[in-house]
Every structure is written in C-alpha cells, then in structure tokens.
C-alpha cells in the first residue's frame, strides 16, 4: 500500500513568491492535514481537510490557503512569502475524520527555502 | 489549553543501553496519545499509540503506557540499536468538546546510539 505522497521534495522561492505544495493521501483515506516542521519552533497545526471541506486551520496567517480535491489529494498554497516560512511542511492522512482511533500517517514533506 | 511536554535531549547511549524518553501532557477530555520517530530526512512515522487510561502501545520493541494519574506516556525500549538513532515525538489528540482534528507535538527527543 502506498504512502502519502508529497511533492515537491525541495522548493525554492524568493520572498512575495507563491508556493504550491501537493500532497495524495493513502488510498481510503478522507482526511487530509498540514502541518508545519520550522527550526526551533516544532511541529504546528496548520490546516485540516475532510471530504473536500476545511475543518480546522491553526494560527496562522490567510495567506496560507488550500483545498481538497474530489479524489481526496490536497494543496497547500501560500502567498506572499516570507522569510520565516522556510520550513519543512508535513502532510498527514487519515481514515475518517481524524478521531482518536484514527491515527495520522505522515508523508516525508516538502521542504520549503525562501531565499 | 492542551500540550505536551517531552524530557531535553538530545540523549546518546551505548548499542543494547535501556532507554526511556519521559513525555508528560495536559489535556481536556480523553485524548488519545501517540509517539512518532522521525529519522533525518524523512517525515514521521508512527510508531505506537494508546486511546485509553491504562493501554499499552508497542512496537518494533518501543513500550509506552497511557498513565491518566501521572499524565503520563513514556517511551522505553529494552535495549536499542544504532539504526534507532532518530527524533522521537510525544503526541495528543486535541479532543475537548470537539475533534479538532490536530495533533499537539512535544518538541521531539534527538536520539543518538553509539556502537
């Protein structure tokens, strides 16, 4: 069984760029999520999708932006870059709703470089 | 609000030590609780979960147990190898009155075994 996908690997930007990161969740699964890997500030929540609605989204800014496709795949959009949105970008999968009994399977990420 | 505080790393032990990582959290409700490794380069990877008081979650030799009167999950493992050098994750489940859908992440233990 395939994993979730990320893509691209790598992405270089310069600062006010956009960026489109992609993710194709495992096979089944409805639940998509986002969450940012920055140096010195862990793991943080950005945004969660379930059957092509945003469920949630964590604190950060409307210039990160995505949708989820009728096949369940997802993108993550973000304008206006900035410095400190150099990161690595995880995605998660799930089946069903993201519940208790529902863990998150993670993709390898995209690494982000603003320049 | 919820969160999860893990022991400072980074730790370094000898091939076949005994190893314990501490993660203490603070939540509403009943979370469920996870531990994800994340080896260099790669996103993460579960590695074992508990969704209730007194579960015990393993695999690959990783033994946690979910402790509500202590609030407390703690990874050990009986003897480790040098292919188990990686950053380890202690993870919730941020259920209070609704699913949120995200996980809350500590802020991950640097493992190093030496030969």
């Known amino acids: 069984e395939a994993g979730v996908t990320q893509s691209p690997t790598h992405l270089i930007k310069t600062r006010g760029q956009q960026a489109t990161l992609r993710c194709s969740p495992i096979?089944?699964?409805?639940?998509v999520y986002w969450y940012q890997q920055a140096l010195g500030l862990g793991l943080q929540f950005l945004l969660w999708?379930?059957?092509?609605?945003?469920?949630n989204r964590g604190n950060f800014p409307p210039r990160f932006s995505g949708r989820q496709f009728p096949n369940y795949s997802s993108e993550l959009n973000v304008n206006a870059l900035e410095l400190e949105d150099s990161a690595l970008y995880l995605c998660a999968s799930s089946l069903g709703a993201g519940g208790s009994n529902q863990p998150q399977h993670f993709g390898d990420g995209t690494r982000l470089s603003i320049l | 609000g919820n969160s999860v505080t893990q022991m400072e790393g980074p730790v370094t032990l000898s091939e076949e030590a005994f190893l314990t990582i501490n993660c203490t959290y603070t939540?509403?409700?009943?979370?469920?609780l996870f531990w994800y490794v994340q080896y260099p380069g790669e996103g993460l990877q579960l590695l074992l979960k508990?969704?209730?008081?007194?579960d015990k979650g393993s695999n690959k030799g990783f033994e946690a147990t979910y402790r509500k009167e202590t609030t407390s999950f703690h990874l050990e493992k009986g003897s480790v190898q040098v292919s188990d050098s990686a950053v380890y994750f202690c993870a919730l489940s941020d259920q209070g009155s609704s699913n949120t859908g995200k996980l809350i992440f500590g802020q991950g233990t640097t493992l190093q075994v030496k030969p």
């Open positions: 508990a969704t209730k008081a007194d």
């Open positions: 096979s089944g699964h409805t639940s």
């Open positions: 939540a509403t409700g009943y979370p469920s």
């Open positions: 999708y379930d059957e092509g609605e945003e469920r």
